[in-house]
C-alpha cells in the first residue's frame, strides 16, 4: 500500500491507473477507522481495480465548539488497517495543501442542508461538499463510496454530483454497527462505559419504528413518538433531534408515502458525546 501526502502526486497516480485501464475507487474518511469504514472499502475492491483511501480531517466541517481538535488521528493503525483490507493508496494531504493561504472558494448545497444536522451544525455541509469536491478532482475515481450512517451526506453529495454534471458514481454502502446495535463511528472512543451500555437505544428506538411502520403505521408522530420513547429510557442520553423527513427534500412529512428517513441526532450526558444514527423506510436512498 502506498501512502501519498501530495494532491499532485495523488493526481499523477490516479490518471497512471486510468491511462492504464484501471477503475478507480475512492472513500474519503477522516481516519480513526473502524469496520464501518473497512465496509466500505470491501465494496469498493469488489467493484474498482485500484482503491484509494483518503484520510483528512477537514478543518472547514467543523464549527468552533466542536471536536476538530481533539478527533481521534492514529494514523500509523489507520494504516496498517487499511493495508490489511486491501487499500491501494491511502491520500493523507496537510491542511496547508488543501487550504493554502489565501484559499477562498467553497461549495454550497442549499436547501436539503438546512434541516436535521445542517441546522445544528451551521457551515458543516458547505465544509463537507467543499472538501469532497476538492477530493474528487485530486482522486478522479469513477466510483466513491459513502455510508448511510451519515444519511444527510449521502444524499447532500449525491444532489452535488448531480447538479455538478459529476461523472462519479456515488455507491451507498449500509450502516455497519456493533453487535449492541450501536453504529460505528469514530467518536464512539470519547463514550464513557455507562454511555456506551445507554447508546444501542438509539438503534432500538429506531428499530421499533420501522417495526410499527411495517406493521401500517405511517403516520410521523406516531413513528417519532415510539422512537422518542426507546431512547427516553436512558437519561444519559439527550436529544437533539428525531425527525422523520422524505428522501428527496430532506423535509419533515406528516405520513410516509414515498421513501423516508427516520434520523435521530443525540448528545451524551457525561462526554457530550453526538451520536447520529438513522433508519430508511417506505423505499431506500
Ligand atoms: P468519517 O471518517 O466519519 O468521515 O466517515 C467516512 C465514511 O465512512 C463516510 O462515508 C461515513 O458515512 C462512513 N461510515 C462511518 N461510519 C460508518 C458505519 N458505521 N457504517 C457504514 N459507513 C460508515
Same mark, same amino acid.
Given at each position: 500500500?502506498?501512502?501519498?501526502?501530495?494532491?499532485?502526486?495523488?493526481?499523477?497516480? @490516479?490518471? &497512471? &491507473?486510468?491511462? @492504464?485501464?484501471?477503475?478507480?475507487?475512492?472513500?474519503? /474518511? &477522516?481516519?480513526?477507522?473502524? +469496520?464501518?469504514?473497512? +465496509?466500505?472499502? #470491501?465494496?469498493?475492491?469488489? +467493484?474498482?481495480?485500484?482503491?484509494? &483511501?483518503?484520510?483528512?480531517?477537514?478543518?472547514? =466541517?467543523?464549527?468552533?465548539?466542536?471536536?476538530?481538535?481533539?478527533?481521534?488521528?492514529?494514523?500509523?493503525?489507520?494504516?496498517?488497517?487499511?493495508?490489511?483490507?486491501?487499500?491501494? $493508496?491511502?491520500?493523507?494531504?496537510?491542511?496547508?495543501?488543501?487550504?493554502?493561504?489565501?484559499?477562498?472558494?467553497? $461549495?454550497?448545497?442549499?436547501?436539503?442542508? #438546512? *434541516?436535521?444536522?445542517?441546522?445544528?451544525?451551521?457551515?458543516?455541509?458547505?465544509? %463537507?461538499?467543499? %472538501? $469532497?469536491?476538492?477530493?474528487?478532482?485530486?482522486?478522479?475515481? =469513477?466510483?466513491?463510496?459513502?455510508?448511510?450512517?451519515?444519511?444527510?451526506?449521502?444524499?447532500?453529495?449525491?444532489?452535488?454530483?448531480?447538479?455538478?454534471?459529476?461523472?462519479?458514481?456515488?455507491?451507498?454502502?449500509? !450502516?455497519?454497527?456493533?453487535? +449492541?446495535?450501536?453504529?460505528? @463511528?469514530?467518536?464512539?472512543?470519547?463514550? @464513557?462505559?455507562?454511555?456506551?451500555?445507554?447508546?444501542?437505544?438509539?438503534?432500538?428506538?429506531?428499530? #421499533?419504528?420501522?417495526?410499527?411502520?411495517?406493521?401500517?403505521?405511517?403516520?410521523?408522530?406516531?413513528? !417519532?413518538?415510539?422512537?422518542?420513547?426507546?431512547?427516553?429510557?436512558?437519561?444519559?442520553?439527550?436529544?437533539?433531534?428525531?425527525?422523520?423527513? #422524505?428522501?428527496?427534500?430532506?423535509?419533515?412529512? /406528516?405520513?410516509?408515502?414515498?421513501?423516508?428517513?427516520?434520523?435521530?441526532?443525540?448528545?451524551?450526558?457525561?462526554?457530550?458525546?453526538?451520536?447520529?444514527?438513522?433508519?430508511?423506510?417506505? *423505499? /431506500?436512498?
Amino acid at each position: 500500500m502506498k501512502i501519498v501526502r501530495s494532491p499532485a502526486e495523488m493526481k499523477n497516480l @490516479s490518471m &497512471m &491507473m486510468q491511462r @492504464s485501464g484501471s477503475s478507480v475507487g475512492f472513500i474519503p /474518511t &477522516m481516519g480513526a477507522l473502524h +469496520s464501518g469504514h473497512m +465496509s466500505l472499502l #470491501d465494496r469498493i475492491n469488489d +467493484s474498482c481495480d485500484f482503491s484509494v &483511501m483518503s484520510i483528512f480531517v477537514n478543518p472547514v =466541517q467543523f464549527g468552533p465548539k466542536e471536536d476538530f481538535q481533539k478527533y481521534p488521528r492514529p494514523f500509523d493503525a489507520d494504516c496498517e488497517l487499511a493495508e490489511k483490507a486491501g487499500c491501494d $493508496v491511502i491520500f493523507a494531504p496537510s491542511k496547508e495543501d488543501m487550504y493554502p493561504e489565501n484559499y477562498c472558494t467553497y $461549495v454550497n448545497v442549499e436547501n436539503i442542508t #438546512d *434541516g436535521l444536522c445542517g441546522a445544528s451544525r451551521p457551515g458543516h455541509f458547505r465544509g %463537507v461538499t467543499t %472538501v $469532497v469536491l476538492k477530493l474528487f478532482n485530486i482522486v478522479m475515481p =469513477q466510483i466513491a463510496c459513502f455510508g448511510q450512517k451519515d444519511a444527510q451526506q449521502v444524499l447532500v453529495i449525491k444532489r452535488m454530483v448531480h447538479d455538478l454534471n459529476l461523472s462519479i458514481t456515488i455507491d451507498v454502502a449500509p !450502516i455497519f454497527r456493533e453487535e +449492541s446495535g450501536l453504529a460505528m @463511528s469514530s467518536r464512539n472512543v470519547y463514550l @464513557s462505559d455507562a454511555e456506551r451500555a445507554a447508546a444501542p437505544l438509539i438503534y432500538k428506538g429506531l428499530n #421499533d419504528g420501522a417495526i410499527y411502520y411495517n406493521n401500517g403505521v405511517v403516520e410521523s408522530n406516531a413513528l !417519532i413518538n415510539v422512537v422518542t420513547t426507546a431512547i427516553g429510557q436512558s437519561p444519559l442520553l439527550e436529544i437533539e433531534y428525531v425527525e422523520l423527513v #422524505d428522501t428527496k427534500k430532506i423535509k419533515p412529512v /406528516t405520513s410516509v408515502t414515498s421513501a423516508a428517513l427516520i434520523a435521530v441526532a443525540c448528545r451524551t450526558k457525561e462526554s457530550r458525546t453526538r451520536l447520529i444514527d438513522n433508519i430508511v423506510i417506505g *423505499g /431506500t436512498l
